[in-house]
C-alpha cells in the first residue's frame, strides 16, 4: 500500500535489520527498541490491523506465528520468556496501520503493561 512504512520496508524501498523472510512473513529490528531484543513481526500482505484479520488466508496467519516460534527459538527467546503485543488503535497506541506483533525478550516484563 502506498505510503504504507512496513509494505516500504517489505519491498525493499526502506532498509531494516531483517531477521526472518519466507513467502508470507517478514521479521525485522524495531528502529526505537524497547528491550534489548524487539522485533516486529509483519505479514507481506498489508492490511491495518487485527480488525481486518479476515483479509488474511488461514496460511498467511499462520506463517506469522510460525515465523515468531522459529525466530524466537534461533535467538534463544524461549529460554526465559519473551513477550507478543499488537496495539490495536489510537488508545492502544498503534502509530503504524499495517497489521504488526512485536517480539520483545531479554529482559524482565511487568504485568499489567502500561
Ligand atoms: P506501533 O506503535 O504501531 O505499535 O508500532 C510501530 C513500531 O514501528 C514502533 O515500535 C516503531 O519504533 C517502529 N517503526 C516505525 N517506523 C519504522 C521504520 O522505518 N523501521 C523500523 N525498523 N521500525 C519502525
Ligand atoms: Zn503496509
Same mark, same amino acid.
Given at each position: 500500500?502506498?505510503?504504507?512504512?512496513?509494505?516500504?520496508?517489505?519491498?525493499?524501498?526502506?532498509?531494516?535489520?531483517?531477521?526472518?523472510?519466507?513467502?508470507?512473513?517478514?521479521?525485522?529490528?524495531?528502529?526505537? %527498541?524497547?528491550? %534489548?531484543?524487539?522485533?516486529?513481526?509483519?505479514?507481506?500482505?498489508?492490511?491495518d490491523?487485527?480488525?481486518?484479520?479476515?483479509?488474511?488466508?488461514?496460511?498467511?496467519?499462520l506463517?506469522?506465528?510460525?515465523?515468531?516460534?522459529?525466530?524466537?527459538?534461533?535467538?534463544?527467546?524461549?529460554?526465559?520468556?519473551?513477550?507478543?503485543?499488537?496495539?490495536?488503535?489510537?488508545?492502544?497506541?498503534?502509530?503504524?496501520?499495517?497489521?504488526?506483533?512485536?517480539?520483545?525478550?531479554?529482559?524482565?516484563f511487568?504485568? %499489567?503493561?502500561?
Amino acid at each position: 500500500m502506498k505510503d504504507c512504512v512496513f509494505c516500504k520496508i517489505i519491498n525493499k524501498e526502506i532498509a531494516s535489520e531483517i531477521v526472518y523472510e519466507d513467502n508470507y512473513t517478514i521479521i525485522f529490528k524495531d528502529l526505537n %527498541p524497547k528491550a %534489548p531484543v524487539h522485533l516486529l513481526a509483519v505479514p507481506k500482505k498489508h492490511i491495518d490491523s487485527v480488525m481486518d484479520i479476515k483479509n488474511l488466508s488461514a496460511e498467511e496467519f499462520l506463517a506469522i506465528f510460525k515465523a515468531i516460534a522459529d525466530t524466537a527459538k534461533e535467538l534463544n527467546l524461549d529460554a526465559d520468556g519473551f513477550r507478543i503485543v499488537t496495539n490495536t488503535g489510537l488508545a492502544a497506541g498503534q502509530s503504524v496501520n499495517h497489521l504488526h506483533f512485536h517480539v520483545l525478550g531479554k529482559r524482565i516484563f511487568s504485568w %499489567p503493561p502500561g
